[in-house]
């Protein structure tokens, strides 16, 4: 369950994009998502659970899941003039039994 | 008739959780040596590829493009292992149960992270951070779901020019 994605926009983790300069600083940009889990992928990740080893049905969701959020931080970048978005942090919290919230945040610059 | 609804009972209060207990022993541990060996595998298999946490790229590094990689797996425990667990609890130290499953799950994820950025055509991944989040309890009599999230996550570059 590799995840290939492709970004529109220049991302990192770092405090600059490797090899380019940071001209313009937005400040910051958030994205979220809540999600709550699925009744079907439960009831098989309970059964999963005798056994114990990878709940593919919780990867999956919470990779969708940090896409997203990642997806609406890069639209807030982008609706400000963003070119990129550097010191990426990613945080989950569980809001109620049953459901968290992914979140991801960073800096939304402009580099030349 | 008293006696056969009196030996079903006392199957399913106290059989099935045993043979189950039994059941997930042995599957759990072959699962997990499973994984190990996949992990093992995998991990032979990127060796030489450049995986650092240094937060600045080493200075030789001449970077082309760059883009953010993640890697994460959600994993469980074996209803054995979490009653053993449960039953550590009580008197606390060390519970070697959830050491491997925790280890395992760090590598995969690092692998996941990994692979991703090679088959994607990267020469290396910077600043690699991981975390870990729980998913849901389980309960103290070792039922309900428990799942621990892994995420590694870093900053994969291409070269440029030639390293040095």
């Known amino acids: ?112 | 008739m008293e006696d056969t609804v009196n030996s079903f009972s006392l199957f399913f209060n106290y059989g099935l959780p045993i043979l189950l207990l039994v059941f997930a022993y042995f599957i759990g541990n072959m699962i997990e040596k499973g994984h190990f060996r996949n992990i093992r595998k995998r991990e032979d298999a990127v060796h030489g590829f450049p995986v650092v946490s240094f937060d600045t790229m080493p200075e030789e590094w001449r970077a082309g493009s760059s883009t953010m990689v993640t890697g994460s797996i959600v994993i469980s425990l074996d209803y054995f292992k979490r009653v053993i667990a449960g039953l550590r609890g009580l008197i606390g130290g060390r519970i070697k149960t959830y050491e491997p499953l925790l280890e395992r799950a760090r590598r995969e994820a690092l692998l996941r992270m990994t692979e991703s950025a090679k088959e994607q055509g990267y020469d290396a991944v910077f600043n690699v951070r991981l975390e870990t989040s729980r998913l849901a309890n389980a309960r103290r009599d070792g039922n309900g779901t428990a799942g621990v999230e892994m995420l590694a996550f870093g900053t994969a570059v291409k070269f440029a020019g030639r390293i040095g």
């Open chain 1, 1 to 112: 369950m590799v995840v290939n994605k492709t970004y529109s926009i220049a991302i990192s983790n770092t405090e600059s994009i490797p090899g380019r300069k940071i001209v313009e600083f937005y400040g910051v940009v958030t994205g979220n998502t809540v999600r709550a889990k699925h009744v079907g992928r439960d009831i098989m990740a309970g059964l999963k659970n005798i056994v114990g080893g990878e709940l593919k049905g919780y990867t999956e969701l919470l990779q969708d899941s940090r896409m997203e959020a990642t997806e609406r931080m890069i639209e807030q970048a982008q609706s400000m003039g963003a070119n990129a978005v550097v010191n990426v942090r990613f945080a989950t919290s569980s809001i109620s039994q049953g459901a968290a919230e992914l979140f991801a945040y960073g800096t939304a610059v402009r580099v030349a």
